[in-house]
C-alpha cells in the first residue's frame, strides 16, 4: 500500500509539474481605416524623407519634420536630445561627404520577406503600454551611399523609432546604426586600393 501511495504522490508530482499552456485569445479586430490611412500616409512621409536624402534636397527633408523635432542620433550622446536645428547640421554633413544615398526598404532583416514598417504593439514590458496607435513607426533596413573623397561604397543597417504629430510631420526621431562602421568600410576601401 505504502508503495502504490508513493507511485501515486509521484505521478501527481511529475503531472502537476509539467507546464501546461494556456492559450488566450486575445479580441482585437484590427487597425480603424482611419490608423491604416493615418501609417500609409507615414511611410508616404518616410518616403520623402528618403528621396530628399537621395536627392540631397535639404528642404524636401526638413519639410517632413515638425520645428520642435526631438532627436536622438545613433551615437552615443550621453543620451542628450537634441532638435530640428542639430539634425539639419547632422545630414548636411551626410550631404558633404556622401552622394547617392539611398535606403533599400527591410534589407538586412533576418526574413526577407518581412515589412519595413511597424506600428502598433500589442506586446510590452511596460504596464499599460499596448496599442494599436499608428503614430509611433518602427522602420527597418540599409542606408547605402558613395563616399565622395574615396568613392568607397559604405552601407549601413539601420533601425529607426518614429513619432508623428497630429500633423503628420515627424515629431521625434530615435536612430540606431553603426556610424564607425561607415568608417571602417572607407578605411577598408582605401587599403585595398
Known amino acids: 500500500m505504502k508503495k502504490l501511495i508513493a507511485i501515486f504522490a509521484l505521478a501527481g508530482l511529475i503531472f502537476s509539474s509539467c507546464d501546461t499552456k494556456v ?3 486575445v479580441e482585437w479586430g484590427g487597425p480603424s481605416d482611419e490608423d491604416n490611412a493615418t501609417f500609409s500616409k507615414q511611410i508616404e512621409t518616410y518616403g520623402t524623407f528618403r528621396q530628399g536624402f537621395n536627392e540631397e534636397n535639404m528642404e524636401m527633408l526638413m519639410g517632413t519634420m515638425a520645428d520642435s523635432l526631438k532627436w536622438s542620433p545613433a551615437w552615443y550622446n550621453e543620451n542628450k536630445i537634441l532638435g530640428y536645428d542639430d539634425l539639419k547640421s547632422q545630414l548636411q554633413e551626410y ?7 539611398t535606403f533599400a526598404e527591410g534589407e538586412g532583416l533576418v526574413n526577407p520577406n ?8 500589442h506586446y510590452s514590458s511596460g504596464e499599460n503600454m499596448a496599442s494599436s496607435s499608428p ?10 551611399a ?19 504629430n497630429s500633423d503628420g510631420k515627424i515629431a521625434e526621431i530615435s536612430d540606431w546604426m553603426d556610424i564607425s562602421g561607415m568608417q571602417a568600410q572607407i578605411e577598408n576601401h582605401l587599403a585595398n586600393k
Do not use: C
Not at 550631404?95 to 544615398?101: E, G, M, R, V, Y
Open 114 to 121: 518581412a515589412p519595413a514598417f511597424w506600428a502598433g504593439s
Open 135 to 144: 503614430s509611433i513607426m518602427r522602420v527597418y533596413g540599409t542606408w547605402s
Open 95 to 101: 550631404f558633404n561627404q556622401f552622394d547617392n544615398i
Open 146 to 164: 558613395t563616399h565622395s573623397e574615396s568613392g568607397a561604397k559604405v552601407f549601413n543597417k539601420y533601425y529607426g523609432v518614429l513619432n508623428f
Open 23 to 25: 492559450e488566450t485569445k
